[in-house]
């Protein structure tokens, strides 16, 4: 039986047994490869969650944060602020709580309320870039009291 693209073979061997195999041709049996190697790396999927994911804070108040990374063995994170890695003076800083601990994270609210009054605490992957979680942080003034309301 023959075709264009494949050639089915016949042979009998020394034990008079026939062993039949299918012939590819060297381009088909690359892209079968190549497939079956990308349909692995596809299933493997990084996700990034973090919590909490809303937060009402004081000015210049701490809040911890935890970022968990599933569907790769590098579960570090870098931590922004607005965007801005470790944060700055404006929307609040944020960095590791224990060297070592990237999932793991303090942010320090801004001496005074920003404008707009949310900001966003983001956790990003270091395996793929492209994937992250965000928390929005409400800053406001204490109450005299000292409670956030």
């Known amino acids: 039986m023959k075709n264009s693209r494949f050639e089915k073979k016949s042979r009998i061997d020394s034990r008079s047994r026939i062993d039949s195999r299918w012939m590819v041709p060297a381009k088909m049996a690359v892209l079968i490869l190549f497939v079956g190697s990308f349909s692995e790396t596809v299933l493997a999927q990084v996700n990034v969650a973090i919590s909490p994911t809303v937060v009402t804070l004081a000015t210049l108040a701490t809040q911890q944060f935890t970022a968990t990374v599933t569907g790769t063995t590098n579960t570090a994170v870098t931590w922004q602020v607005n ?67």
């Open 83 to 149: 965007g801005v890695t470790g944060g700055n003076a404006t929307g609040g800083l944020i960095t590791t709580t224990v060297p070592g601990t990237t999932g793991e994270s303090l942010y320090l609210g801004p001496a005074s309320v920003p404008s707009p009054a949310t900001v966003s605490v983001t956790a990003v992957s270091q395996a793929d870039p492209t994937k992250s979680a965000s928390a929005t942080v409400t800053v406001q003034l204490p109450s005299r009291s000292g409670v956030t309301h």
